[in-house]
């Protein structure tokens, strides 16, 4: 009677459980926290403890339970149970409560859902039952179903020891969640949907309320010190007892469906544990030995193992939240994932480990977040494990490869790209055991990130192959780069330019014609280094190449693709030397540094150079060209830079580009053509020397600022202005040493435009005064071009610098109409000590202390003069005579402003030629707005009787037939004369 009132109490407990149920359309699990005031432990004075983890494990079944229609009000408190009882919570069915026992040492962990006090979960199987325990199903289940889920304590940790209060709420839920009372016990069906497709399997109940698996949430056990969650046995059972149209495991095992034949698909649901394709949140292992294929739709999954000989093809996109392991165990178990075309990926947001297994990329995409490691290989008789990583395709690696294995790329190119903070350790990390290898004989490996540490493997690259990287790469003592094969390009190379190859003792092998390159954002050479380039072989050297000495012989092409640092003597002595690189997007640069010589004796530098050399404190740069014209060019991107004290030497040198001077005295000590695009600048306080033969050829030497500094240009050697070349500097030393040559040339239409604070040296102090150079004291001549200087601008201290410049006693300008525009000389006062001569005009002011001769010796001409003229007491002008035409048959001035005259007077007459009387010679020549003022105060005329005369703005030179007193008959044959003056006068 009792028993029968319990049993009914019991039906009906179930029952009112079941009609709550029926008003619901989702698992809704709602508590009431009503722990009495006198019933508050100490450890949770408020009950805030308890309602934390009573939460989290309905959220934990919420999660799990997602598809039925249940709703749950539950109550939960602490309260006091009899100090002999072994209970430690108690649901109650009747009143929908759960009693939590206050008198008892637990572990109540403030973060529920993160387990960190607990060692690794282990997963309990069918198969790992014993037979005891299996024999509690009845049926063949799988028997890679899971039936239990622990995580023991960490050991001396705060959970170690005690009872687990989330395991035990989660354990009491499940009386209302999975399986609840039932005195008959029946026995709990498992759908076969849930279980790959497999029937008649059900799982026996231990007693009323409980089943049988040891590990299971619902066995009447639960261990202290240990961490139980709801395995996919306890939701199957859920999903029977409760009426569940579907459940959510976050583990699950490849299955298969056994009541479907053919290819094993990811996208098939019925061959996953539990019936459900995984997402996101799904831990996912496949170990049944076969091929899973995912295909023609994605897969996702929070963890993936693959193991046991199994492989996984991705013809889509898989992926992995967290962590991928391929787990093999030697001989020829070599679990393998296949990305098996371009449309494959596979993402795996953390870790990829993979240890004697495999990832073979057949143009799809591998992304690992975390960790990527090749973990070594065994070997024994018959067969060689290796954990590999090739094919072709993109890597993309968060944190670090670490290949003790081997990275192949095979049918392509292998792409592996480090993330921002990731890097490549491409040998291992056990180098004194096992070593990285790296192939591209038959593909491409393409690396984009830094090197953990110096790589000691072998790279082998064969032809028409390559490596490339994209950071700092260096090859340690043991390290190997072999390029194996003549033939097609192969490559080592980086197209990134903060990327860095450092050979430290290591060697370069290349066989004869072959062709290969080294690339990278910068090259280090370092010393003992011997490169060889056989005949009909040609290696570039691409990147920013450091020379530190060595040998760089050979007949075959070596190609400097990259900025060049020359740290010490550096000779390189090739057929061909393709200094600024091969079709690279910008000229490769050389800076060589202090004390340091960089000598190319080559046949060719590979065309005109148009890189930056920089030369630095006492640094040289000698190019001596052996083939063709010995001659080489810098082309318009082109520089040669002085920092200090630079010199360039060996064969000439066309310059397009630019030169620079930045500070101390450099020389020039090659001759050199400045092209019309060419620019020349020379810093503040800082010289350059031209020491050779110079052409300048319509471009520019300036200043750094383009104000008129301090800086001095110095010319030591002949000069052949071209086309209109300006000259902007502080001090232009034009004849800078009495034992070279300054002789300077302008050749027709050419224009030298010089603008400078003083031509000379710029020394000024009394101390120095021998050393003082001003003005020029060599030789110019205006091939019926232009010179222009521009004098007197800026001051130094309080002194200011005159606006005129000299040609001294020894100078010489001549004026050279050749049948182009008239000679011009323009700019700043001409004071002239020394002779200026020929045909041409000055546009300029000009003061003649020297000699002017008009025209040349025999050779008629027009002096034009735009400004003002005067000539000093020491000054003299003169003229030859050979007929009556101005201009064309006896000399002429013309000036065009105010004329002040002073100094002698010489005239000529040309060979077989004598004026009669009465000729007239118009020898200076203006208008009425220009004045003449002034005589010369001493004439020397040819032989004869000869007056000059001197108007208000010219000056007649006349011979007279007859002394005197014959003068009235003079006058009276020069009226007509005077006549046809007034004549042209008007005229004008």
């Known amino acids: 009677m009792n028993a029968a009132r319990s049993l009914a109490i019991a039906f009906i407990a179930v029952g009112l459980v079941c009609l709550n149920c029926l008003c619901c359309f989702a698992i809704d699990i709602a508590l009431t926290f009503d722990t009495p005031a006198d019933q508050f432990p100490a450890y949770d004075p408020d009950g805030s403890k308890l309602q934390l983890i009573a939460l989290a494990a309905a959220d934990m079944w919420e999660d799990l339970l997602p598809f039925g229609n249940n709703a749950y009000s539950v109550t939960v408190h602490w309260g006091t149970f009899p100090a002999n009882s072994t209970q430690l919570a108690v649901y109650n069915g009747f009143d929908h409560s759960?009693?939590?026992?206050?008198?008892?040492?637990?572990?109540?962990?403030?973060?529920?859902?993160?387990?960190?006090?607990?060692?690794?979960?282990?997963?309990?199987?069918?198969?790992?039952?014993?037979?005891?325990?299996?024999?509690?199903?009845?049926?063949t289940p799988p028997d890679l179903l899971e039936t239990g889920y622990t995580a023991a304590a960490v050991s001396g940790g705060v959970a170690d020891g005690v009872d687990d209060l989330l395991s035990v709420l989660l354990h009491e839920m499940g009386h209302f969640t999975e399986i609840g009372y039932n005195l008959l016990a029946p026995d709990v069906a498992i759908q076969s949907k849930f279980i790959g497709g497999v029937t008649g399997v059900s799982a026996q109940r231990e007693d009323e309320s409980h089943i049988t698996p040891d590990n299971a949430l619902l066995d009447p056990q639960l261990a202290a010190g240990q961490r139980?969650?709801?395995?996919?046995?306890?939701?199957?059972?859920?999903?029977?007892?409760?009426?569940?149209?579907d459940i959510r495991l976050r583990r699950i095992d490849w299955l298969g469906n056994v009541q479907l034949p053919g290819p094993s698909l990811w996208s098939v649901a019925s061959g996953w544990e539990g019936g459900r394709t995984p997402t996101t949140g799904t831990n996912v292992t496949v170990r049944d030995g076969g091929n899973l294929q995912v295909l023609s739709a994605p897969g996702t999954a929070r963890t993936l193992l693959l193991t046991q000989?199994?492989?996984?093809?991705?013809?889509?996109?898989?992926?992995?939240?967290?962590?991928?392991?391929?787990?093999?165990?030697?001989?020829?178990?070599?679990?393998?994932?296949?990305?098996?075309?371009?449309?494959?990926?596979?993402?795996?947001?953390?870790?990829?480990?993979?240890?004697?297994?495999?990832?073979?990329?057949?143009?799809?995409?591998?992304?690992?977040?975390?960790?990527?490691?090749?973990?070594?290989?065994?070997?024994?008789?018959?067969?060689?494990?290796?954990?590999?990583?090739?094919?072709?395709?993109?890597?993309?690696?968060?944190?670090?490869?670490?290949?003790?294995?081997?990275?192949?790329?095979?049918?392509?190119?292998?792409?592996?790209?480090?993330?921002?903070?990731?890097?490549?350790?491409?040998?291992?990390?056990?180098?004194?055991?096992q070593v990285g290898l790296l192939l591209a004989r038959d593909g491409n490996l393409e690396f984009h990130g830094p090197l953990n540490d110096a790589f000691d493997g072998t790279a082998d690259i064969g032809a028409g192959h390559s490596i490339r990287f994209d950071e700092e790469w260096t090859f340690g003592q043991n390290g190997n780069l072999h390029f194996s094969d003549a033939g097609a390009l192969a490559e080592f190379f980086s197209s990134v330019p903060a990327s860095h190859v450092t050979f430290d003792g290591s060697s370069i092998t290349l066989p004869q014609n072959a062709l290969a390159r080294v690339r990278a954002g910068a090259i280090t050479l370092k010393s003992g280094v011997d490169v060889t380039v056989p005949s009909g072989a040609i290696l570039g050297l691409n990147g920013n190449i450091e020379f530190s000495g060595g040998s760089y012989t050979g007949a075959g092409v070596l190609r400097q693709n990259g900025n060049a640092n020359v740290a010490t003597n550096t000779s390189i002595a090739v057929s061909e030397y393709d200094w600024d690189g091969f079709n690279l997007p910008t000229p490769a640069d050389t800076q060589i540094e202090a004390n340091a010589k960089f000598m190319l004796n080559v046949g060719s530098i590979g065309g005109a150079y148009s890189g930056t050399v920089s030369l630095a404190d006492d640094a040289e740069l000698s190019v001596n060209i052996l083939a063709g014209f010995g001659v080489w060019q810098l082309a318009p991107e082109g520089t040669i830079r002085f920092i200090k004290n630079g010199r360039v030497t060996g064969s000439p040198v066309i310059v397009r580009g630019k030169i620079v001077a930045l500070e101390g005295s450099n020389h020039l000590d090659s001759a050199a053509t400045l092209t019309a695009s060419s620019v020349v600048t020379i810093a503040d306080q800082a010289a350059l020397n031209i020491d050779a033969p110079i052409g300048l050829g319509g471009g520019v030497i300036t200043t750094l600022t383009g104000q008129l500094d301090d800086s001095v240009l110095h010319q030591r050697a002949t000069a052949l202005v071209l086309d209109h070349h300006r000259i902007n500097v502080g001090y232009f030393n034009w004849d800078a040493d009495d034992a070279t040559d300054s002789h300077t040339t302008i050749q027709p239409d050419a224009f030298l435009d010089i603008r400078a604070k003083q031509i000379g040296n710029g020394l000024t102090d009394p101390l120095f005064f021998p050393l003082w150079r001003r003005g020029f004291g060599d030789t110019i001549d205006i091939d019926s071009g232009t010179?222009?200087?521009?004098?007197?601008?800026?001051?130094?201290?309080?002194?200011?610098?005159?606006?005129?410049?000299?040609?001294?006693?020894?100078g010489h300008l001549n004026l050279n109409l050749i049948g182009h525009a008239l000679p011009t000389v323009q700019g700043s006062r001409l004071i002239n000590r020394g002779t200026i001569s020929g045909d041409g005009q000055f546009l300029n002011q000009l003061e003649n202390d020297g000699e002017v001769i008009v025209g040349h010796q025999g050779d008629i001409g027009t002096i034009r003069l735009a400004d003002e003229f005067i000539q000093t007491q020491v000054g003299s002008m003169a003229f030859e005579l050979g007929g009556l035409l101005p201009g064309t048959?006896?000399?002429?001035?013309?000036?065009?402003?105010?004329?002040?005259?002073?100094?002698?007077?010489?005239?000529?007459?040309?060979?077989?030629?004598?004026?009669?009387?009465?000729?007239?010679?118009?020898?200076?020549d203006g208008n009425p707005t220009s004045m003449l003022s002034g005589t010369f105060s001493q004439t020397l005329l040819p032989a004869g009787q000869w007056d000059v005369f001197y108007g208000s703005y010219f000056v007649d030179l006349r011979f007279i037939a007859v002394p005197e007193p014959a003068t009235v008959w003079y006058l009276l044959a020069t009226i007509p004369a005077l006549l046809r003056m007034r004549r042209t006068t008007s005229t004008c």
């Open 309 to 433: 000989n199994s492989d996984l093809t991705i013809f889509d996109d898989l992926h992995v939240a967290l962590d991928t392991q391929i787990f093999g165990s030697g001989g020829f178990d070599h679990p393998t994932v296949v990305i098996a075309d371009a449309t494959g990926t596979m993402a795996v947001d953390r870790n990829l480990d993979i240890s004697l297994g495999g990832v073979q990329l057949n143009g799809g995409q591998l992304d690992v977040t975390g960790l990527l490691i090749l973990d070594g290989e065994v070997s024994g008789a018959g067969f060689v494990n290796t954990s590999t990583l090739n094919g072709y395709g993109a890597v993309n690696v968060g944190s670090q490869l670490r290949n003790r294995g081997r990275v192949k790329g095979e049918g392509g190119t292998l792409v592996i790209t480090a993330g921002a903070s990731g890097k490549l350790d491409l040998d291992g990390n056990q180098e004194a055991t």
């Open 228 to 245: 139980v969650l709801p395995s996919a046995l306890d939701l199957m059972v859920a999903a029977n007892e409760q009426n569940h149209s």
């Open 787 to 810: 010179l222009g200087v521009e004098v007197g601008y800026g001051a130094r201290g309080e002194e200011s610098f005159p606006s005129y410049w000299t040609l001294n006693a020894a």
């Open 889 to 924: 048959e006896f000399d002429r001035v013309n000036h065009e402003v105010a004329m002040s005259l002073d100094g002698t007077l010489v005239v000529s007459l040309l060979d077989n030629y004598y004026p009669a009387p009465g000729d007239i010679f118009r020898i200076i």
């Open 98 to 139: 759960i009693n939590v026992r206050r008198n008892n040492a637990w572990f109540l962990d403030p973060t529920p859902t993160e387990h960190g006090e607990f060692a690794p979960f282990v997963q309990t199987l069918y198969r790992d039952l014993d037979a005891t325990q299996q024999a509690s199903f009845n049926g």
